[in-house]
C-alpha cells in the first residue's frame, strides 16, 4: 500500500529547492530534478522549451555545441523515467529532428497544425466546449465564428475562448451566441 502524500510538508520542502542557475551546462537541471524526485517522487515532470528553433543557430546546427546539448537532453529523457521533454517550434523543426535524429531517437516527433475544417471540425468543437463544460454553453454559430476567427489554430482559439470565458464571468451570462464572439 502506497504512503499517503502529505501536501504540506512536501510543499515545505520544494520551497526550500534552490531554482538553479545554468551558464554552461545542464548540471543544475539534473541535480534540480533529483531534488524534486526525492521530494514527490510518485510526480511526473514536463520540461517545455518553446520557440526551440529560434534559439542560435548554433546551438542546433550540426556541430559540437548541438552534439553536446542533444546528448544531454537524451541523458535527462533517458535517467528519469518520470520526465518528458517537449521542444516546440515551427518550420525549422524537421530539419533540427533530422540533424539530430541519432539522439533523438527515442523521442516522438508530433506536429501540431490548425484543425482541418473538412475532417477535423468535431475535435475543434471540443476544444472549444469540453472546458467551459458545466459553465458556459456555446451555440453553434458560436463556434464556427471562433473557428473563422481563429482559421482553426489552437492557441489562438485558446485565447478568443479565454476572452470569452471573462465576458461571460463578468455579464453572468452562462450562453454563448455568434454575437458574443466579436
Given at each position: 500500500?502506497?504512503?499517503?502524500?502529505?501536501?504540506?510538508?512536501?510543499?515545505?520542502?520544494?520551497?526550500?529547492?534552490?531554482?538553479?542557475?545554468?551558464?554552461?551546462?545542464?548540471?543544475?537541471?539534473?541535480?534540480?530534478?533529483?531534488?524534486?524526485?526525492?521530494?514527490?517522487?510518485?510526480?511526473?515532470?514536463?520540461?517545455?522549451?518553446?520557440?526551440?528553433?529560434?534559439?542560435?543557430?548554433?546551438?542546433?546546427?550540426?556541430?559540437?555545441?548541438?552534439?553536446?546539448?542533444?546528448?544531454?537532453?537524451?541523458?535527462?529523457?533517458?535517467?528519469?523515467?518520470?520526465?518528458?521533454?517537449?521542444?516546440?517550434?515551427?518550420?525549422?523543426?524537421?530539419?533540427?529532428?533530422?540533424?539530430?535524429?541519432?539522439?533523438?531517437?527515442?523521442?516522438?516527433?508530433?506536429?501540431?497544425?490548425?484543425?482541418?475544417?473538412?475532417?477535423q471540425?468535431?475535435?475543434?468543437?471540443?476544444?472549444?466546449?469540453?472546458?467551459?463544460k458545466?459553465?458556459?454553453?456555446?451555440?453553434?454559430?458560436?463556434?464556427?465564428?471562433?473557428?473563422?476567427?481563429?482559421?482553426?489554430?489552437?492557441?489562438?482559439?485558446?485565447?478568443?475562448?479565454?476572452?470569452?470565458?471573462?465576458?461571460?464571468?463578468v455579464?453572468?451570462?452562462?450562453?454563448?451566441?455568434?454575437?458574443?464572439?466579436?
Amino acid at each position: 500500500q502506497k504512503k499517503a502524500f502529505n501536501n504540506y510538508s512536501a510543499i515545505t520542502a520544494l520551497k526550500q529547492i534552490n531554482i538553479p542557475e545554468f551558464e554552461n551546462s545542464l548540471t543544475p537541471l539534473t541535480t534540480f530534478l533529483q531534488e524534486l524526485i526525492n521530494i514527490i517522487p510518485n510526480y511526473k515532470f514536463i520540461i517545455a522549451i518553446d520557440e526551440f528553433d529560434e534559439l542560435q543557430y548554433e546551438v542546433y546546427k550540426p556541430g559540437d555545441i548541438s552534439d553536446t546539448l542533444f546528448r544531454n537532453l537524451r541523458g535527462l529523457n533517458n535517467n528519469f523515467s518520470n520526465l518528458g521533454l517537449i521542444l516546440i517550434g515551427s518550420e525549422k523543426m524537421p530539419k533540427i529532428y533530422n540533424w539530430h535524429g541519432e539522439q533523438l531517437n527515442n523521442w516522438k516527433n508530433r506536429a501540431v497544425d490548425t484543425f482541418d475544417r473538412e475532417r477535423q471540425y468535431e475535435a475543434f468543437k471540443k476544444l472549444v466546449i469540453i472546458p467551459a463544460k458545466g459553465s458556459i454553453q456555446f451555440a453553434e454559430d458560436a463556434i464556427n465564428e471562433i473557428y473563422e476567427f481563429s482559421s482553426g489554430n489552437p492557441y489562438f482559439t485558446n485565447v478568443i475562448c479565454g476572452w470569452i470565458f471573462d465576458r461571460c464571468y463578468v455579464k453572468r451570462d452562462s450562453e454563448v451566441g455568434k454575437h458574443d464572439v466579436h
